[in-house]
């Protein structure tokens, strides 16, 4: 996917005001998501993606456990200026729902078996994990 339309779908979806908000959100999340992601996943997933994503999703800090979608939540929104539980759950679900529709069905699907439960709604994909 093409970096203006990836920016594009996720303002779309997060109805921000500017281009800068949605990228803001997309570095973020994408970011934090790398974190919990490993192997072939990650780097299948960086493939789908604009470049200047797939470069923060593969080069992410390492995450010392599992983060529950509550607590990846609050990571998020610490990371966010101004962020709330409400805004932040909007930033990521726009972010996440984006990058599912990059990534496809089938690789969302094996994205989530990497991820605690729950994050399936996050991306979008209610139940389908």
């Known amino acids: 996917m093409r970096w203006e339309a990836f920016l594009d779908h996720v303002q779309e979806r997060g109805e921000y005001a500017t281009p800068q908000e949605a990228e803001r959100a997309a570095r973020t999340v994408l970011a934090l998501l790398g974190a919990h992601l490993v192997g072939e996943v990650r780097a299948e997933l960086a493939a789908r993606l604009p470049e200047t994503f797939a470069v923060i999703l593969l080069n992410p800090l ?3 456990e599992p983060l529950p979608p ?4 609050r990571a998020t929104a610490a990371w966010i200026e101004g962020a709330t539980e409400q805004t932040v759950a909007w930033d990521v679900s726009a972010v996440l729902s984006v990058t599912a529709d990059a990534a496809g069905e089938e690789l969302t699907r094996r994205i989530l078996l990497q991820l605690p439960p729950g994050y399936d709604l996050l991306f979008g994909r209610p139940e389908r994990a």
């Open 62 to 64: 390492q995450a010392t």
């Open 70 to 73: 509550e607590r990846f939540l």
